[in-house]
């Protein structure tokens, strides 16, 4: 399954509404799709698994949406620290693949 | 304190042999899943292969299956990744990371959960 992102890049300024795309190539069965934060020198952060439901910790100005093919990132108020590269991740079955990433920037 | 740390990494010439070593320490590693992880200079996150817990199930992406193996230690808490016929685009990043997995209605949601620092592997003549 090919996992397109877009936009590639997002610039917003802090306290703006984000939202990210991932669209899959074939349907996203069970809704196995998860959402990666990711930042310079840092580990990969899990946000989103299952299409919707939020990892531990996560705030909940992260929301995740979408079925089948479309699947959302909605980062309703940005904070300084949100500005990041995004992966959506699908785990059907092997092979896994990500999303070439959403570049979120502080315009 | 949990601690995943890749090493290994080195330049080698086109058609070469590499392998890749991941020391796991602060966690009971024989009851996880693990994965290989890699990011190529100025690219994104890309899959590499993951194993279950007693080395019976290994899984690959598509760009490195034949050519990459995964293995694991669990007497020595110890994941590697067996790379052969190495070719430029697998330059990277490579990351190793612990899978765990979320249960809803039945269905196993897995996701990437601890991570190394990443060893760098250069492919150049």
């Known amino acids: 399954i090919v996992l397109t992102q877009s936009p590639g890049t997002l610039s917003l300024s802090p306290g703006e509404r984000a939202t990210l795309s991932c669209r899959a190539s074939q349907t996203v069965a069970s809704n196995f799709l998860a959402w990666y934060q990711h930042k310079p020198g840092q580990a990969p952060r899990l946000l989103i698994y299952a299409a919707s439901n939020r990892a531990t910790g996560i705030p909940d100005r992260f929301s995740g949406s979408g079925s089948g093919t479309d699947f959302t990132l909605t980062i309703s108020r940005l904070e300084p620290g949100d500005f990041a590269v995004y992966y959506c991740?699908?785990?059907?079955?092997?092979?896994?693949?990500f999303g070439q990433g959403t570049k979120v920037e502080i315009k | 304190e949990v601690h995943l740390v890749e090493s290994g990494g080195d330049l080698v010439q086109p058609g070469g042999s590499l392998r890749l070593s991941c020391a796991a320490s602060g966690f009971t590693f024989s009851n996880y899943w693990m994965s290989w992880v890699r990011q190529a200079p100025g690219k994104g996150l890309e899959w590499v292969a993951n194993?279950?817990?007693?080395?019976?199930?290994?899984y690959y992406g598509d760009s490195v299956k034949g050519r990459f193996t995964i293995s694991r230690d669990s007497a020595k808490n110890s994941l590697f990744l067996q790379m052969n016929s190495l070719r430029a685009e697998d330059t990277a990043a490579y990351y190793c990371?612990?899978?765990?997995?979320?249960?809803?209605?039945?269905?196993?949601?897995?996701?990437?959960?601890?991570w190394g620092r990443g060893t760098l592997v250069t492919v150049s003549s």
């Open positions: 194993i279950n817990q007693d080395g019976t199930e290994m």
């Open positions: 990371a612990s899978l765990d997995f979320t249960t809803i209605y039945g269905a196993k949601h897995w996701y990437f959960d601890l």
């Open positions: 991740h699908q785990y059907v079955g092997s092979p896994w693949t």
